[in-house]
Every structure is written in C-alpha cells, then in structure tokens.
C-alpha cells in the first residue's frame, strides 16, 4: 500500500480548485474552495483509478467507511441539510468522490451543484477556521 | 429483512420516471425512462432512508455490489464511455443511487445529467430490447 501512495499524484485541477485538509487510510481530504456550500472531496490515494467499480471489494468498503465519517462531520453543520454524494469525473478523470452538503437556501438548490454559477472562494480566515473544525471531527 | 421489504414502498416520482427492471438482494432496479442516456437507479428496500451513511455497514457494502454488478453491465454497452455514480435526493427524499453511462456526445456531456433538457422516453420497443438485455447481464 505504501508503494502506492508513493506513486499517488493529485491531478492538477483538483489541486488547484480545492484546499488540503489532511489524509485518511484510502483517501486524502480536499475541501473545494467554494465558500457557497462545505463540500469535501475524497481522492482514492491510488494511481490510475476512473471508476469506482475499478477499486477492489476492499477499497471500495474503506472509501464507503471513509465517505460516512465525513458525512457524519457535514450533517453536524448548521446549514446543512441533505447531502449530495456523487463521482462524476467527466472533466477530472481521477477518480474523487464529492460530498456537499446542501440546504434549501442554497443558491443552486435543489438543483446539483456541479455547472451551477462561479465558485465564491473562502478568505484565508474562513477556511482555516472550516478546516480546523474538520480536522478536530475526524482526528486528524 | 423480508419485513423491511415489505414495508417498503417505491416513491410515486421514481415509480412515475422510470421503467422496472427487477429486484436484487438490497436494491430495486429502474431504468429512467430518458433514452440520451443508459441509466439505472438503484433503490435500497429499506423504509425511511434518505442518506447514503444511514444504510448500515452492511447495507452500504450491498448497495456496492449491487451497484458495481449494474455498472460492469453499463460499462459493456457501446456508446459508455463513464459512469456517473450519484445519491443526490434534493427532489425525491426516498434514498436512490444514480449509475449514468455518459458518452462524449451526449446532449449533457461534461455537465451533469440532473437539470439538464428534457428526458426523451424510450419507445416500448427500445425500452424492453434494453430491460431484457440488462437482466440478462445480470442473470435476473
């Protein structure tokens, strides 16, 4: 497994539309950098994945493990009030996982959020303070 | 389980969007009556689930293999080239999970389906060539 994550790369975009918030066993956590919604992204540390049925049986367990825990931590929010969980991947092949919590006050509500208006960026403040409270959740 | 089962009751708006295909272990499977995409949901037969990390473990490692077995079935169709993989919920509380085989050429591609144009039903000619096909991939 360690062999595996050495080759890990995060592909550019993600990189550049998300900020790091730490690593679980399988995943490392990105929060997009949309201040519009608290949205996490879990990457799969495994090289050359598109899809989720080409994870193995266990991975796939590990990522479900993984996407509960973080769900858990959106669903204790005050705004949120459902959450979204998809892979979509039409523009980032790698494979990563959303999870966005949404509210009916939302701005694309009850639309998806995906295509819907222009990203409104976190001030530094903002999403170190959202970062924190993550971490602290999940331990990290 | 055979109780849950029981209780369980399709969503009218599912029920009226969508095709019946057949039952495995967990999941309910619907085709979405809109021929620009192949595009199946799987329905847990579980009362009162609106979220995906409300399933139990086990559940959650159902709906996983159920939904790895449709889009094994999605990935062997000719015009696939990705699947989308979604539980979004705004609309129809019900918990659902989306598998959408998506091709460079459709009317939606790169943006997401949900909200996109309007679905375009099957004939019953092409809706029931389509069911017998996926049922047989999946020995139903």
Known sequence: MEAQVAMFQLHPRLQADTLEIGRLTLCELRLMNDSRFPWIILVPMREAVTEL???SVGEQQLLLAESSS???????????E???VAALGNLVAQFHWHLVGRSRTDPCWPGPVWGCGEAQPYTG??????ILSIRRFLDL
Chains 1, 2 share one sequence.
């Open 53 to 55: 049925h080409q994870l």
């Open 70 to 80: 973080v769900a858990n931590c959106l669903a204790e929010m005050e705004t949120v």
């Open 82 to 84: 459902k959450i979204n």
């Open 125 to 130: 403040e903002q999403a170190e303070g959202l």
